[in-house]
Each structure stands twice: as structure tokens, then as C-alpha cells.
């Protein structure tokens, strides 16, 4: 089969390709959009776009990289001969545009959490100085397991994805310290009045029936346990619920990149 996965870099100026460079802890910001399906689907592109540009402006690279740019950069290295599920990593600094396209690792049924004292510092934006959550990466296998960030024993976030947590029948997601992904803000507008936001200590989890986590790169998953903290997930209600949101979605839009 013909290699479909791709690494390309532009001068932001121009948009003329140069040299391949990440962008790693370089200054600027990053995204991650699933592509999906034959003819492929860039799955909720639009708001990546627009979370893309605003945080731009918040680190003052007055650059947009609207929906025009997009097709046409992208027209040449996607193609609908083939089926995809993969992820298309765009980041941006203040001189240059790079793409990537790696196959998404597909998660497993038994996910497993791990804890770590760690907040993301300027978590507000998805910007391009991420060394340690890669490193935090590095060190486990994305398709079971994830780590989730903490402070002051409060929960965070996950490493690649947002939390929702379960109790008594009620959602609840964690009120602050943690950057809100387009996949978490989908759930917000489809399950409206339904998110509480709380201060959700690690302490307390025994509490919790359920643990969801979801991202563009995983979608929507059910944490099965949390062992250091001998945490183990009680039903999974609202992980079914939401797999079913999220799944009428992905079969109901059709190719956003035209």
C-alpha cells in the first residue's frame, strides 16, 4: 500500500515549502484534527481553525490560517482514494507552517490512567512548548493508557485529552487549570446544562462512577482504572451515551474540506 502519511513545512509569509520542522518548544501554537473515512472528513475543522487562530492572536502571531489556506495547502497531500483515520497535527510559529499526518493510534477497551503532579503552564492555549507532556507521552502506550495531570491533588486534565467524571448521575468536568479541546466543547453544546464544572480532588474519586476521557485523537474513551489510586469504574452509562452523540456525528457530516 502506497504511504500516505506525510511531514511538510511552509513559510508562513509566502507558503512556500521549506525544510521540514516540527516546531517543538518553539513559540507559537499546534493542533490536532482527525481525518477520516473515504472521501476523507476533517473532523469538526472549522473549530480547530478558529481555536488555531484566536490563540495565535493571544500570543501575537497576526497570521490566520482560514479555511482557503487550509484546502489549499492540504488538496495536494489528502486524497480520496484512500480510507483514513489518522491525525493532522497543524502547528504554526511566527515564520512557519507545518503539517503532519500519522496514523491514529486506535484505543483499547481496557484503558488504564495514571496520576501525575504536573500543570501545564500557560494552559489556556495549546502552544508549541510541550517537552514535558511529551516526554509524559513517550513513557506510555496511547492505545490503553493515559496520564492525568494534577495539582494541589486536584484533577486537571489528560495529557491528550479533556476529563468528564460521573456521580450520582450528574457530569461534572474540573473548573480550571486545564486547556478546553474542541472535542470537550462539542460535548458542551450537545449535552447543554448537563457539564457541571467543580473542583474534583483526586481524593474523592472513590465517589465517581464513571471517568471519560475525549480528544480528537481518541474521541471518546472509558477510563477503566486508575490503580495507584485503586480506582476502578463502576458502570459506564454515560461513556455508551456519549460514544452514541459522537458516533451519529462522525456518520452525518460529509467532506468538510470542500
Not at 1 to 23: A, G, P, R, T
Not at 244 to 251: A, D, G, P
Request: net charge positive.
Amino acid at each position: 500500500m502506497e504511504n500516505i502519511l506525510f511531514k511538510k513545512s511552509y513559510q508562513l509569509d509566502s507558503y512556500k515549502e521549506v525544510k521540514f520542522d516540527d516546531l517543538w518548544n518553539e513559540k507559537g501554537i499546534f493542533t490536532t484534527i482527525r481525518i477520516l473515512g473515504k472521501p476523507y472528513r476533517c473532523i469538526l475543522l472549522k473549530q480547530h481553525l478558529k481555536n488555531l487562530n484566536k490563540s495565535l492572536k493571544k500570543i501575537k502571531i497576526y497570521k490566520s490560517i482560514g479555511l482557503n489556506v487550509f484546502k489549499s495547502i492540504t488538496s495536494n497531500l489528502l486524497n480520496n482514494k484512500y480510507k483514513y483515520d489518522h491525525l493532522l497535527r497543524i502547528a504554526v510559529s511566527s515564520n512557519l507552517l507545518s503539517l503532519s499526518l500519522r496514523i491514529r493510534p486506535k484505543p483499547k477497551k481496557i484503558f488504564k490512567g495514571y496520576i501525575v503532579d504536573y500543570k501545564r503552564p500557560n494552559f489556556k492555549l495549546k502552544n508549541l512548548n510541550y517537552q514535558k507532556i511529551l516526554n509524559y507521552i513517550r513513557s506510555i502506550n496511547t492505545k490503553y493508557e493515559e496520564i492525568i495531570l494534577t495539582k494541589k491533588n486536584f484533577i486537571l486534565e489528560g495529557c491528550t485529552t479533556n476529563l468528564l467524571l460521573v456521580k450520582n448521575k450528574n457530569l461534572y468536568m474540573p473548573k480550571e487549570g486545564f486547556y478546553p479541546g474542541v472535542t470537550l466543547k462539542f460535548f458542551q453544546q450537545h449535552l447543554k446544562g448537563r457539564i457541571i464544572k467543580k473542583d474534583i480532588n483526586i481524593k474523592e474519586l472513590g465517589n465517581y462512577d464513571e471517568i471519560i476521557l475525549v480528544g480528537s485523537g481518541k474521541g471518546v474513551v472509558s477510563l477503566y482504572k486508575i490503580e495507584k489510586l485503586k480506582w476502578k469504574r463502576k458502570q459506564d452509562f454515560f461513556f455508551k451515551k456519549m460514544l452514541n452523540i459522537y458516533s451519529k456525528y462522525l456518520n452525518s457530516i460529509k467532506y468538510e474540506a470542500n
